[in-house]
Structures are given as structure tokens and as C-alpha cells.
């Protein structure tokens, strides 16, 4: 006699999670007025800036490969 056959589970797929890349400004408080850009493009020098429209504030920091818009 055979065994019963096992049902194969699927594996489970991991949904990504998409950042936001707008946030509020620290400075004048306005809503989604920060933008946040990340310059990945040079591969000795990565910055990566955030300013506000409303303000003009801005600050820019170098950033590496792990580093995402919400951690400016």
C-alpha cells in the first residue's frame, strides 16, 4: 500500500512595503511639505537631501545603500 500523497503549501509571498517620501516639516509645520531625494547614482559619494517647499528649509547627509526617505 501507498502513502497519501502531501499537499504542497505555496510559499507565502512577502508583500513589499512602499515609504512614504513626503513628510511634515519640523520647522513650519505644514503637512506632506518635505521631500526627500536619495542620489544613489555615485558610487563614492551618495547624498541624499530633504527640503521644504513652504520654508526652503533643507538638510543633506550622506547616506549608503540600506539607507531610506524616512531615515533623512
Do not use: Q
Request: hydrophobic share 25%; proline share 4%.
Amino acid at each position: 500500500m501507498g502513502k497519501r500523497k502531501s499537499r504542497k503549501l505555496k510559499p507565502a509571498t512577502k508583500k513589499k512595503i512602499k515609504l512614504e517620501t513626503t513628510f511634515d516639516c519640523p520647522f513650519c509645520n505644514h503637512k506632506d511639505s518635505v521631500e526627500c531625494e536619495l542620489d544613489n547614482k555615485e558610487k563614492k559619494y551618495r547624498y541624499g537631501s530633504a527640503s521644504c517647499w513652504v520654508c526652503k528649509e533643507g538638510y543633506s547627509t550622506r547616506i549608503n545603500a540600506l539607507t531610506e526617505p524616512i531615515d533623512l
